[in-house]
């Protein structure tokens, strides 16, 4: 649901807000690559979505900080920059 709303960044604050950290749990991850090879950080910077791109950032480093979801920024590091 995260990449259909991704290009509101009122949605995602409030889909990552801490009053519903109840809800993340480890074993299903919320950023990852559809089957299309893109997530929802690249459809948000695809609409110039920054606040939403850094909320994601920071809920990707705090929920699921592990060398496994790298691919996330793999192609988009350098627009990122």
Do not use: C, W
Not at 3 to 8: E, P, R, S, V, W
Not at 26 to 44: C, H, M, Q, T, W
Not at 53 to 71: A, E, P
């Amino acid at each position: 649901m995260v990449t259909y709303l991704a290009f509101d960044s009122r949605s995602i604050k409030s889909l990552l807000d801490e009053k519903n950290h109840d809800y993340f749990q480890k074993e299903f991850p919320l950023f990852y690559k559809n089957e299309d090879g893109r997530s929802a950080i690249d459809v948000s910077l695809s609409k110039n979505q920054i606040r939403s791109v850094n909320l994601m950032i920071d809920y990707i480093i705090k929920h699921q900080n592990h060398f496994v979801y790298s691919h996330l920024f793999q192609y988009n590091l350098v627009e990122l920059l």
